[in-house]
């Protein structure tokens, strides 16, 4: 499932990356404003739970979930539409590209007991994308996890126009 969600990310980059292309060229502008690009991802995540059986997928896109916790989380129902959980926890920072404005809502995420969790976060150069990837990967092997789980860490790099990812399992 997380080179799924890879491909999904990966798969808006290039999109951006093409209008800015076509409709941008030579600027210097940000080519995906981070605004649609949330929305974007949200919407990403959204469409694609939907298609799977027993996932009801729940977004701060959609006016009538508003934002509960987490950005956007996958809650998973068996045959007779019995809450079972949450499968996906998804937390979007963009707004700050600080180590500290990008804990508080990591350490959210790592609080969550879903199996998967995915941490989107954007950074000018893939040398700071490295630094912080190393230090969630830190904050992660120092929280005392209840539930087995995978991470995907994803960076948008602004120079390259690409999301670099990096992948932690946890197990209790």
């Not at 799924?4 to 941008?24: H, P, S």
């Not at 995915?118 to 092997?141: M, N, Y």
Request: aromatic residues 12%; positive net charge.
């Amino acid at each position: 499932m997380i080179e799924d969600f890879k491909c999904w990310l990966n798969e808006l980059g290039t999109k951006a990356i093409e209008r800015k292309n076509t409709q941008l060229k030579n600027t210097k502008r940000q080519p995906w404003k981070n605004k649609t690009k949330n929305q974007d991802i949200k919407k990403i995540f959204t469409d694609n739970g939907r298609l799977i059986e027993g996932i009801k997928p729940r977004s701060s896109n959609d006016r009538k979930a508003r934002e509960w916790l987490y950005d956007l989380i996958w809650r998973e129902y068996d045959s007779e539409n019995n809450f079972i959980g949450v499968c996906l926890a998804m937390e979007i920072e963009l707004s700050d590209m600080k180590f500290s404005g990008l804990i508080y809502d990591y350490n959210k995420l790592l609080q969550s007991d879903s199996k998967y969790k995915v941490f989107v976060f954007q950074q000018k150069e893939e040398v700071a994308s490295d630094k912080i990837f190393h230090k969630l990967e830190l904050c992660t092997k120092k929280y005392k996890s209840r539930v087995e789980s995978e991470f995907l860490l994803s960076c948008w790099c602004w120079n390259t126009g690409t999301f670099k990812f990096k992948q932690i399992e946890v197990k209790p």
